[in-house]
């Protein structure tokens, strides 16, 4: 099975958010970077465990961003992919994301691609079936259950008040979500491995422009809280009704 | 110029989320706008009361097959001229609203909060700890509305229905089962939110706190090591992995305020936070505190819910 695993590079989950350059850039000053969680924790391992099940095949990274995301790519590496690709543009909206992987994965037979459910800057959870729209692929979004078997996968996914289990033919793209895999610490062989392993750095292609982030803005800071004493925990409610008028 | 909005009207009656996407979709447009759906749904003409001219249905397609209803809105869309795409940013508008963008060669803005400003869409990033305004330069424009952005409007109006009977070509994604969870209230979709944390001490002490949640029509989350241990389900987790949510009101009760928890709870309109500790980082994020032990609180909150309920 050949598989390809959307990998991207997101501040890290306690990083403070600040903004630069008249607040039209993320401040990335300071802050570690990491493999966004939905793709390291669930995509990717999944993807590595669905190869060793199957003692055969691939398991290839892909990330579109500049020479600052390859420590990341190498996380990748560590954990197990056997070879990662990067695709040398900085990401500025899906469809342009979108576009570049889909035209790279194009004609290479992947039987498997799977993203993450989203990534946790900037959570759009696009990306994925993007992809699979320009590869003509069925895509399945927040997927916590992957089997496979032969052509046919069983995926299990979160819908409204419930789980769907639903079965689709290979090849499909998945937005993996909690549930999927468990995370793996990669341990010291494979950093030592990783960091042999190929990385090819591709060319952008021409891709679509057609939308961007004019600016960005803090959300406004709460007025301060209003304490009551546990004694008179009951005026809460009434403070509910009557004050903030929500219940 | 017009607007298509697309619902998914599956279910026993047309969900808030489908009402406040009609919604907001006429609010954009300023006048009637085309809903899309699919399935069996019946009485799809009261969408003319959120704005809906007209309802176009898909009869022959049942499962959510994201590229059979992305032709079918795209159809749609070609034979309206639709400039503009409205969805809702949940499981079935993640699946259709990015492709529908992809073959359209269409911006999308992923979870809009409400009417755009000086042409500008915004929309949370960062879970919630910062804003995004988008501009979006293409001819077609997608949009994914959060639930529980706007009212839902009733204007007594009643909308066409319209049959679709073009070709959609054959499913590829079939669907085996359907295990429903949880209460009937889908947490993202909830106006009121009772959650609570690793403070409740273990699994059989969540009953105040689903009592609570009854009393107030509230559905219940809980953090992430709650659900990690298996105290309560899965889909009660709420924050940066879990479940992002945006009700009217959310209640913590013995959850620290992680950063993580934060970012799936922090749009929420009122927060309540019950912890025995004053230091607890959450209090910073609340709007009303109470320190003191849940165990003695609840009570006092069930108490007064109850005499809330009984006087309305
Ligand atoms: C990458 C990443 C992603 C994460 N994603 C999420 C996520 O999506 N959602 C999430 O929730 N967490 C997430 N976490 C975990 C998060 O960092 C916290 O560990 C978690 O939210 C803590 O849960 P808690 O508040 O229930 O437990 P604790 O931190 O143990 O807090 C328990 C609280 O209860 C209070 N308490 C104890 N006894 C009582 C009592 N009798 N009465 C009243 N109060 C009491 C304590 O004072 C304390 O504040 C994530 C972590 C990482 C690293
Ligand atoms: N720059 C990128 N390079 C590679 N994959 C990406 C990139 N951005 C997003 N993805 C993938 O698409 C998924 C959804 O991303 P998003 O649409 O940004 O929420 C992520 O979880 C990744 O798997």
Redesign the pocket.
């Known amino acids: 099975m050949k598989i390809l695993v ?3 590079q997101v501040p890290d989950t306690t990083a403070r958010i600040a903004f630069t350059n008249d607040n039209t850039q993320y401040d990335g000053n300071g802050v570690t970077f990491i493999v ?1 969680p ?2 390291e924790w669930y ?1 990717l391992v999944r993807a590595l465990e669905l190869k060793e099940a199957a003692g055969a095949g691939s398991v290839t990274t ?4 500049g020479a600052d995301t390859e420590a990341t790519i190498r996380k990748g590496l560590a954990i197990g992919a056997d070879d990662a690709v990067r695709i040398d543009a900085q ?1 500025t909206d ?1 469809l342009q ?1 979108a576009e570049l ?1 889909a035209a790279y994965a194009k004609d290479k037979g992947y039987d498997l691609v799977l ?5 946790i800057d ?7 079936a993007m992809v699979a729209e320009l590869l003509d692929m069925p895509y399945v979004p927040l997927a916590s259950k992957l089997e496979v078997s032969g052509t046919t996968a069983t995926v299990e996914r979160d819908v409204p008040g419930g789980v769907e289990v639903l079965e689709v033919g290979l090849p499909v793209v998945l ?1 993996a979500a909690k549930g999927m895999a468990e995370q793996r610490i990669p341990n010291m062989r494979g950093i030592m491995a990783a960091r042999t392993k190929p990385l090819a750095v591709v060319p952008a292609t021409p891709v679509s422009e057609v939308a961007r982030t004019v600016k960005f803005e803090l959300p406004p800071a709460k007025s301060g809280v209003r304490m009551i004493p546990a004694e008179e925990a009951g005026t809460l409610i009434e403070l509910l009704h009557t004050e903030a008028k929500v219940i | 110029m017009s607007t298509i909005v697309f619902i998914d009207t599956r279910g026993e009656k047309l969900s808030k989320a489908a009402q406040e996407a009609v919604t907001y979709a006429s609010q954009l447009a300023g006048g009637p706008v085309t809903a899309v759906t699919f399935g069996g749904a019946q009485g799809l003409e009261s969408l003319g009361a959120q704005g809906a001219g007209k309802v176009i249905v898909a009869r022959n397609v049942t499962t959510l097959d994201s590229q059979q209803l992305t032709r079918l809105v795209a159809d749609v869309a070609s034979k309206e001229n639709a400039t503009t795409i409205v969805c809702v940013s949940d499981a079935t508008g993640k699946a259709l609203a990015p492709r529908v963008a992809a073959r359209l060669k269409a911006g999308h803005v992923a979870g809009v909060t409400g009417l755009p400003e000086g042409g500008l869409f915004r929309r949370n990033v960062f879970s919630g700890k910062a804003r995004a305004h988008v501009q979006v330069t293409s001819a077609v424009k997608v949009l994914s509305l959060m639930p529980n952005s706007v009212a839902i409007a009733h204007n007594g109006g009643t909308a066409a229905v319209e049959e679709y009977n073009g070709d959609l070509g054959a499913a590829r994604i079939t669907v085996k089962e359907v295990r429903k969870a949880g209460s009937g209230i889908p947490l993202p979709e909830a106006e009121l939110v009772v959650s609570a944390g690793r403070g409740m001490k273990g699994p059989e002490h969540w009953a105040p706190v689903e009592e609570l949640a009854n009393l107030l029509g509230a559905a219940t989350a809980c953090s992430r090591p709650v659900a990690d241990m298996h105290w309560r389900p899965h889909h009660e987790h709420v924050g940066q992995t879990g479940v992002a949510i945006r009700p009217n009101l959310y209640i913590a009760i013995g959850i620290s305020g992680a950063i993580q928890h934060l970012a799936g709870v922090n749009q929420s309109k009122v927060i309540c936070v019950i912890n025995k500790d004053p230091e607890a980082p959450f209090f910073k994020a609340a709007d009303y505190g109470i320190v003191g032990d849940a165990f003695e609180v609840l009570p006092k909150l069930i108490d007064a819910a109850k005499k809330l309920n009984a006087e309305r």
């Open positions: 959307l990998l991207s966004n939905y793709d995509a892909i990330t579109v961003g990401p899906a994301v992987v993203a993450g459910k989203e990534t900037h959570n759009g959870g696009q990306v994925g937005g």
